[in-house]
């Protein structure tokens, strides 16, 4: 009903599904159960063009200037079942733009195209242990040592922890607070560095989450992303776009959850008609659909104001804390309408529930966007 998109995206969201269809849904409960998914399905994505989207031609991606192209892929990638899946493969949508807009010529030819063609795979690394939210005050300190910088500290729930080839990584090379922090890309072969076990989580399974660590890491100077003591704008600005998708998971999430829900409420009996023939059970099911239709044109007109060049801080704050308050409701009573079965490993909803939570997490919490949003609006 949207008329948000083309032709243009119609075709590339087609080519996504199919994706998603023949690669990932035959595998996607197993994939789940391991806490894993193959490598190989980067190549994979890499090569129908899916992991280019956002990213300049020249550099191996498929045009950077279209919105609603990626909101389409990134729509269609949710059709995996799996928020797990879909952040790990797409770890490199928040690893790559500093690199892309702010490293070195040389670096960014040599560490971009094969990320993008599903050979490499890229991770953003900020979150420190006992920091959270609190940016501004990471403690992982970078020191300069002639042409290298010696790095020492730690992160932890790394989307792409484990197993990524590349970190674009948030050290503190000036004195405290936002102004003396730095982005580093730091390859995971570098001396010094390490990675921790994988994270077992509520939710996400089949995303690779880990701690990093940096003991005495030598980091060639070439690789500062940026100029130094400036990598928090860098940081801030990437967080526009990690928050729209957050925003598109989480409603496509809930999305989901109704499609399945209203088929098992048609399908499943009770005192001898089907549970959807039940006032209270409808009732719910126009709420779930109203909340869903209103999250998704509202993080719509968001994509829209981007892609006119706008700066809509405030807006996709508030589409991100929607859409995730929106993604949890739906989730629940998508839950208590199926009943024991929701709360069965083989239902879907019982997954997206669990995957839902982290949505008003990641990316900023619900608090601090009320935060952000309380200071766009002068208050």
Known sequence: MSDYFNETHLQVRMSARKFITTHVLPHIDDWEEAGEFPRSLYRQAGKDGLLGIGFPEALGGVGENDVFLKVAVSEELMRSTSGGLVASLGSLDIGLPPVVKWARPEIREHIVPPVLRGEKIAALAITEPGGGSDVANLKTRAVRDGDH??????????????????????????????????????DREMPGFSTGNKLRKMGWWASDTAELFFDHCKVPADRLIGVENAGFIAIM??????????????????????????????????????????????????????????????????AALMQAGKNPVKQVAMAKNFATDVCEKVTREAVQIHGGMGYMRESVVERLYRDGKILSIGGGTTEIMKELIGKQMGL
């Open 149 to 186: 910088y010696i790095v020492n500290g730690s992160k932890t729930f790394i989307t792409s922890g484990l197993r990524a080839d590349h970190y674009t990584v948030a050290v503190r090379t000036g004195g405290p607070g936002h102004g003396g922090i730095s982005l580093l890309l730091i």
């Open 237 to 302: 600005s990437n967080f526009l776009q990690e928050r729209l998708m957050l925003a598109i998971m989480a409603y496509m999430t809930a999305e989901i959850a109704l499609e399945t829900t209203l088929e098992y409420g048609r399908s499943r009996e009770a005192f001898g008609r089907p549970i959807t023939g039940f006032q209270v059970t409808r009732h719910k099911l126009v709420d779930m659909a109203t909340q869903v239709d209103v999250a998704r044109e509202y993080t719509y007109r968001c």
